[in-house]
Each structure stands twice: as C-alpha cells, then as structure tokens.
C-alpha cells in the first residue's frame, strides 16, 4: 500500500489538455523554412560590403542584415552606445567624411531573401513608409554598413593615437 501511494505521487494521474492549449505555451522553435520571408533588392555594392561585415562578424548575412535592421527599429543599443562613445574621437569628423565616402550604390541590382523572425515585418511596416518597406530596409542596411566602417576607422585611429 505504501509503495502504491508513492508512486501515485511521482506520477500524477494525465490530464486530457486540448492540442491548441497546449501549442500555446509551448516555446517555438525557430526553422527558416517555416519564417517569414522578405525579398530585399539592393545594389551588388552594398551587398558585397554587408557579406564583408557578415564573415567580419563571424554570422550569416542575414543575421548581419537583421542586426541593421534591428538599428533602424532602434533597439540595437549596443551599437548606438559604441558609436556615440567613439564620435568623441577627435579624428571624428574626418572618419565620418571617408566612411561616407563609400560608395554603396554602385552595380548591378541583387535580390536576397530575408528570413524575418515572428512578429517583425509589423515592426517594420509600423515605422517605414508605405511607399517602400524595400526602401526602408536598404537605407538601414546603409546606415549600418557606413556605421560599421566608421567604428571600425575611429578604433583604427585611436590605436594609432595611443601608440
């Protein structure tokens, strides 16, 4: 009798749950088969420096490019505090010049398709203008790429200042 009752309280009696209660709770795992995808159309320029940034990086290009977009919803914090920090640079001014210097416009038009995680095409939609959601996103792919290049240039310019 004893053992009986220990075990009934290892193992409570099952629960019939509906399937779709259940599925509501449970995490979801993320498969890029099953994401949301976005066709991006950029030019080939600004695509070979956002592959550079991605190996630069060590992560896929479309983690570099949810990274940019995740700048222009304004929630890449990290990045915002760095540059802003680094802008102090004396040599600021002259790093932003050279970094706007480069050409992201130039060559042929290359489509690359964005896998969007749960919930952020109505992020984006939310802040870019109707006109374009294309638009939007490569201006924040360009924004991030000339950003980069600046803080790679500033950190360049202060280890050569420092030495």
């Known amino acids: 009798m004893n053992t009986q009752t220990t075990s009934q ?3 409570p009696p099952l629960v019939e749950v509906p399937a779709h209660q259940v599925l509501q709770g449970a995490p979801r ?3 890029s088969r099953e994401a949301d995808k976005f066709v991006v159309r950029m030019p080939d320029a600004l695509h070979s420096k956002l592959t550079q940034l ?3 990086n060590f992560r ?7 990274a940019a977009i995740e700048l222009g919803l304004k929630k890449n914090v990290r990045t915002q505090i760095i540059f ?3 802008k102090e640079s ?3 001014a002259e790093v932003e010049a050279a970094a706007k210097a480069v050409d992201l416009t130039s060559g042929r038009i290359r489509k690359f398709i964005l896998r969007l995680p749960d919930d952020w ?3 984006i939609t939310s802040v870019a203008p109707a006109s374009s959601m294309n638009a939007w996103v490569v201006d924040c792919l360009r924004e991030w790429v000339t950003t980069q290049h600046q803080i790679e240039l500033l950190l360049t310019s202060k280890g050569r200042g420092a030495a």
């Open 84 to 86: 802003s920090l680094l």
């Open 29 to 31: 795992e993320y498969n």
């Open 9 to 11: 309280q290892q193992n």
């Open 90 to 92: 004396p040599l600021a």
């Open 54 to 56: 991605s190996t630069d």
């Open 60 to 66: 896929s290009l479309n983690s570099e490019v949810l």
């Open 121 to 123: 095409r109505g992020a």
